[in-house]
């Protein structure tokens, strides 16, 4: 269901760093979450359930030096996440790290605190790519998704804006139940737009979005709907708009090798400079994430425990263990495993031969059969998201 490379893909064997063989190479890419304030609510977050405070975030200097650490050991592309990233005032400094290290800037974005001034300030600078999100076309119900009024008028401004700017642009929408009806639009939206992509993801839970499974899950036949709409979608749109489809687990067959694999693709730094090898990595039990600026992200990479808890296949319990696909999908995600079924190490529920499938997709059927409850919104302290100005 996926249409061109995605930026988790793993890389080709040309690029990778032969010297971190045999487990896959260095990283293709670095998720580097600049900080966890936002001015967004979003019910379905995936950031951490304990948000880190603005005061323990890296500075510009820390970020650039862990750009430089990730370029040497193989990464290709930098996503400049969050929370919001554009609420670092140092946004530019930041970038100006990245550009220097070699690695194509991607920009992730709700773009509700953006200026075509700022905007343009950082398309000199060098950033290559804006990924922004939205929460659906129709303004109230975006802006009641989000928590924040105003906000879709908002990103169509900046979809024009990159585009005028010459950067290339992708639209993220996940997908959801209080969303699902208006696909087409969205599709279009994305058109207007001029998007070189659209990622229609469909929700996962774990972290915040746990909270909000009931007020989340559509129904099978709506999901079915989706495959339809994108598969017409991806046909009549050839050569105009990529895209890329995460399906809804609770009604797949298969899972999906989540962030390509554990270890073999992507590094997640955390705003405190926690390094994870996926960004839900902290609701597992037992993992310890290594600071990087204590230890050096080649290190950690390699050798760094919690990188190594599930990398390969040794770890795996059956039936992933003599299964065929293990080294194609290494068993679906650990967090969602964690997050259904209690057991990190556990065949990811997704999967139909996990004996815990037909629950999993039993429980979503009731979840989206029953009225939705009200969305429980993601906020931020305000003591939490306190600057300090650096000593
Ligand atoms: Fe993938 Fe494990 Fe299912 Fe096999 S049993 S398809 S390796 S999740
Ligand atoms: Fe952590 Fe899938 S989100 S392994």
Same mark, same amino acid.
């Given at each position: 269901?996926?249409?061109?490379?995605?930026?988790?893909?793993?890389?080709?064997?040309?690029?990778?760093?032969?010297?971190?063989?045999?487990f896959?190479?260095?990283?293709?890419?670095?998720?580097?979450?600049?900080?966890?304030?936002?001015?967004?609510?979003?019910?379905?977050?995936?950031?951490?359930?304990?948000?880190?405070?603005?005061?323990?975030?890296?500075?510009?200097?820390?970020?650039?030096?862990?750009?430089?650490?990730?370029?040497a050991?193989?990464?290709?592309?930098?996503?400049?996440?969050?929370?919001?990233?554009?609420?670092?005032?140092?946004?530019?400094?930041?970038?100006?790290?990245?550009?220097?290290?070699?690695?194509?800037?991607?920009?992730?974005?709700?773009?509700?605190?953006?200026?075509r001034a700022?905007?343009?300030?950082?398309?000199?600078?060098?950033?290559?790519?804006?990924?922004? $999100? #939205?929460?659906? /076309?129709? +303004?109230?119900?975006?802006?009641?998704?989000? &928590?924040? @009024?105003?906000?879709?008028e908002?990103?169509?401004?900046?979809?024009?804006?990159?585009?005028?700017?010459?950067?290339?642009?992708?639209?993220?929408?996940?997908?959801?139940?209080?969303?699902?009806?208006?696909?087409?639009?969205?599709?279009?939206?994305?058109?207007?737009?001029?998007?070189?992509?659209?990622?229609?993801?469909?929700?996962?839970?774990?972290?915040?979005?746990?909270?909000?499974?009931?007020?989340?899950?559509?129904?099978?036949?709506?999901?079915?709907?989706?495959?339809?709409?994108?598969?017409?979608?991806?046909?009549?749109?050839?050569?105009?708009?990529?895209?890329?489809?995460?399906?809804?687990?609770?009604?797949?067959?298969?899972?999906?090798?989540?962030?390509?694999?554990?270890?073999? $693709? #992507?590094?997640? /730094?955390? +705003?405190?400079?926690?390094?994870?090898?996926? &960004?839900? @990595?902290?609701?597992?039990?037992?993992?310890?994430?290594?600071?990087?600026?204590?230890?050096?992200?080649?290190?950690?990479?390699?050798n760094?425990?919690?990188?190594?808890?599930?990398?390969?296949?040794?770890?795996?319990?059956?039936p992933?263990?003599?299964?065929?696909?293990?080294?194609?999908?290494?068993?679906?995600?650990?967090?969602?495993?964690?997050?259904?079924?209690?057991?990190?190490?556990?065949?990811?529920?997704?999967?139909?031969?996990?004996?815990?499938?037909?629950?999993?997709?039993?429980?979503?059927?009731?979840?989206?059969?029953?009225?939705?409850?009200?969305?429980?919104?993601?906020?931020?302290?305000?003591?939490?998201?306190?600057?300090?100005?650096?000593?």
């Amino acid at each position: 269901l996926r249409d061109g490379p995605s930026p988790f893909s793993a890389p080709p064997p040309s690029l990778r760093a032969q010297s971190y063989e045999p487990f896959a190479g260095g990283p293709t890419g670095l998720l580097a979450e600049l900080t966890h304030r936002c001015p967004l609510q979003c019910p379905y977050c995936s950031n951490p359930i304990d948000l880190e405070r603005a005061n323990a975030e890296l500075t510009a200097k820390e970020w650039g030096a862990v750009f430089q650490r990730a370029a040497a050991i193989g990464a290709l592309q930098l996503h400049l996440s969050g929370g919001e990233p554009t609420v670092r005032k140092d946004l530019e400094e930041i970038l100006a790290f990245a550009v220097d290290a070699g690695l194509y800037t991607n920009l992730i974005t709700s773009g509700v605190t953006l200026t075509r001034a700022r905007l343009e300030g950082l398309a000199e600078l060098g950033l290559d790519h804006v990924q922004l $999100s #939205i929460q659906d /076309v129709e +303004p109230e119900n975006a802006d009641r998704i989000s &928590h924040y @009024a105003g906000g879709f008028e908002k990103k169509r401004q900046v979809a024009e804006w990159t585009g005028e700017l010459g950067m290339a642009l992708t639209i993220n929408a996940p997908m959801h139940r209080q969303n699902i009806a208006h696909l087409p639009q969205i599709i279009e939206f994305a058109v207007e737009a001029k998007a070189q992509r659209i990622e229609i993801a469909h929700i996962q839970y774990y972290a915040w979005a746990l909270k909000n499974r009931a007020a989340l899950i559509p129904t099978r036949e709506t999901f079915l709907g989706t495959v339809e709409i994108v598969e017409e979608a991806k046909k009549r749109l050839k050569g105009v708009l990529n895209f890329d489809f995460v399906i809804h687990d609770h009604y797949a067959s298969r899972p999906k090798a989540c962030t390509g694999g554990w270890g073999r $693709s #992507i590094v997640v /730094v955390t +705003p405190s400079g926690k390094a994870l090898p996926c &960004h839900a @990595a902290q609701t597992l039990p037992d993992l310890v994430f290594d600071d990087v600026r204590a230890r050096d992200l080649a290190d950690v990479w390699r050798n760094g425990s919690a990188f190594n808890a599930f990398r390969g296949t040794d770890w795996m319990q059956e039936p992933c263990r003599s299964c065929e696909r293990r080294e194609i999908d290494f068993g679906g995600c650990r967090c969602q495993a964690m997050a259904a079924i209690g057991d990190a190490n556990a065949t990811d529920p997704a999967c139909h031969l996990s004996l815990a499938h037909e629950a999993f997709a039993r429980l979503g059927e009731t979840e989206a059969q029953t009225p939705a409850p009200a969305f429980i919104y993601r906020r931020m302290s305000a003591e939490a998201s306190k600057e300090t100005e650096p000593a």
